[in-house]
């Protein structure tokens, strides 16, 4: 438990490092484990523990052990006199490529609306949960044409985390972020076969589960006046019940301006995705177009309506409890849904309605701040942009690259190594999004400059998720050898199934988590990177969400794309 790493495998020409926390000085050996501990079990290679190094968040002291000159085929385990043994640990070809599409299978264990059958879902199985087939117009949502209490239809999607609603904004990133992957490594998506009934379509699956959450976005737009619901929920959480048992009224909520934003961004980027489909889907791209640009014009008519629980309780009744997903300033989301929607249509009108650089920061992409997903989107459409938009194409570059170089300073003196952790404000509610995100930033500085320091970090970044981090654990279900086995998910509480629904990823330590969740079994005044419970009572560090699980998703395919090469 002290020695930590990576505990799904390695790329035979890829760095390899594992962390030892409070190791002397010292060597350290790779051995077979085909006989582990046995004298069978051959030294392959002998290293010397780096320099201690001092955790800034823990103050506990770390050694690295670099084993990248090991790069045959192969099951080992990293043994450090008086610590012990590591896990065992595989350095193979595809390495990754189990997480990537167990990550991708995430998402069709959050289906709504249909049977999940053993054949897909093993002993997941589950029936149906909500058909949604008969959702309630909620008073702030009433119109003319749709007063409160009418019923529409509004099924599919994906339960947005360990909850059983459907939130739009943070649909949003979710979908961008898939769409992508599928943008941004087109070869090999159709390589990620994740066993879900379309596999075998002729569409790569990560476009199929897609759009089993893209056709329900569709339905959360008013056809009125183009203006997007901001979620469809209960107006409470449910209890830890399996989704077919919780049937309570559900409605569609206020529309806001952050969802309509995002609502526009992604389906401005599904249009240009959906456009190779035909085929397979006549008429969807055009759908997608058409939702894109009638969602911008009310954005543009609706700039001030920006989604607050409280106002909305306060006018309204039934109060609603769940998530807000609440955002003050929509400049991010602005600036998303332009650049998606220029790239489509080619239209300058989008590209300058917007100012692309409305300060000098490069933000993290995360459900509240979308505006570097446009960056993203530019860079990667940069050789068909017209004139106005080659423009901003140095400006933009410069950006990515220094917010690359700025996630890569000092990572040689991290405890892990890791750009994740280098401060205790990384470990937020949802802080594995953080390290994946990160590492999203670092695959498209890599994309761009061809430098393999990005890319190996963005590998760094992968490893904490998968283990080498302070709190030991793989914070991906099913996968690792001490992976978490207690999210917040309520189909992993209810089934009576000790393993937890696999390839969902737990939200991580979270320093103001006891605060947030007040479950017990925090350790007391522990550092930031090591505040997490595998408790589902923990909420605040131990969730799942759709938003973490999508770079996830990215990250582990780029990584295993990009090794495979
Ligand atoms: O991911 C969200 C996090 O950034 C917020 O701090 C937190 C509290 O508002 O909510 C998180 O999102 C939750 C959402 O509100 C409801 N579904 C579960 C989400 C993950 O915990």
């Excluded at 700025?406 to 802080?431: E, N």
């Excluded at 761009?448 to 030991?472: C, E, F, P, W």
């Excluded at 992993?492 to 103001?512: E, K, M, R, W």
Aim: with cysteine.
């Amino acid at each position: 438990e002290a020695i930590r790493l990576n505990q799904v495998g390695f790329y035979p020409n890829a760095p390899k490092v594992a962390v030892a926390v409070g190791a002397g000085a010292g060597t350290f050996q790779v051995m077979t484990a085909d006989s582990n501990r046995s004298s069978r079990s051959r030294a392959v290679f002998t290293g010397k523990l780096s320099e201690p190094r001092t955790n800034a968040i823990s103050g506990k002291t770390t050694r690295l052990a670099d084993f990248t000159p090991v790069t045959r085929t192969g099951s080992y385990v990293l043994v450090i006199p008086g610590l012990g043994y590591s896990y065992p640990f595989e350095i193979q070809e595809s390495a990754l490529k189990p997480v990537a599409v167990g990550a991708l299978k995430g998402f069709y264990y959050q289906r709504l609306s249909t049977d999940l059958p053993a054949q897909y879902a093993g002993q997941w199985s589950r029936p149906a949960g909500h058909p949604d087939s008969r959702v309630l117009v909620h008073p702030s949502a009433a119109t003319t044409q749709r007063p409160a209490g009418t019923v529409i239809s509004s099924p599919r999607g994906w339960y947005d985390a360990g909850d059983y609603n459907k939130y739009i904004v943070n649909s949003g990133i979710t979908m961008g972020t898939l769409l992508s992957l599928i943008e941004d490594f087109p070869a090999y998506v159709p390589t990620a076969e994740a066993g879900i009934p379309e596999s075998g379509n002729a569409v790569p699956d990560v476009l199929d589960e897609a759009l089993w959450n893209l056709r329900w976005m569709l339905t959360m737009q008013d056809p009125a006046d183009g203006g997007v619901y901001h979620k469809l929920t209960n107006p409470a959480f449910d209890g830890m019940i399996m989704p077919d048992k919780a049937t309570k009224d559900r409605y569609v909520i206020q529309k806001s301006i952050t969802a309509t934003l995002d609502f526009a961004a992604v389906m401005a980027q599904a249009a240009r995705v959906l456009q190779p489909y035909k085929r397979q889907f006549p008429k969807l791209a055009d759908s997608c177009r058409t939702a894109a640009v009638q969602a911008w014009a009310w954005a543009r008519k609706n700039p001030t309506a920006l989604y607050s629980q409280q106002a909305m309780n306060q006018a309204f009744d039934p109060d609603v409890t769940t998530g807000g997903y609440e955002d003050k300033d929509a400049t991010d989301e602005w600036i998303w849904a332009a650049a998606e929607l220029y790239v489509t249509t080619r239209d300058d009108a989008y590209f300058t309605a917007v100012s692309l650089f409305p300060d000098d920061k490069t933000p993290l992409p995360s459900w509240n701040q979308v505006r570097t997903l446009a960056y993203y989107t530019l860079m990667r459409h940069a050789k068909t942009l017209t004139k106005t938009g080659k423009a901003s194409l140095p400006a933009l570059k410069q950006r990515l690259t220094d917010m690359a170089d700025v996630l890569l300073a000092d990572v040689d003196k991290q405890a892990y190594g890791t750009v994740m952790g280098k401060t205790a404000r990384d470990y937020i509610w949802g802080s594995s999004a953080v390290a994946a995100n990160q590492g999203i930033a670092l695959v498209q500085a890599y994309r761009l400059t061809g430098d393999t320091k990005y890319r190996d970090a963005a590998l760094a970044n992968m490893d904490y998720l998968l283990g080498r981090n302070a709190v030991g654990y793989s914070l991906v279900t099913g996968f690792g050898d001490k992976p978490v086995m207690n999210p917040h998910h309520r189909p992993s509480v209810a089934d009576g199934i000790a393993a937890p629904v696999p390839g969902l990823l737990s939200g991580g330590p979270n320093g103001n988590a006891p605060k947030q969740d007040k479950c017990k079994g925090y350790a007391e005044n522990a550092p930031a990177d090591e505040t997490f419970v595998d408790d589902s009572c923990s909420y605040a560090s131990n969730e799942i969400a759709i938003n973490w699980n999508a770079p996830l998703v990215y990250l582990a395919a780029a990584i295993d794309a990009i090794f495979s090469e």
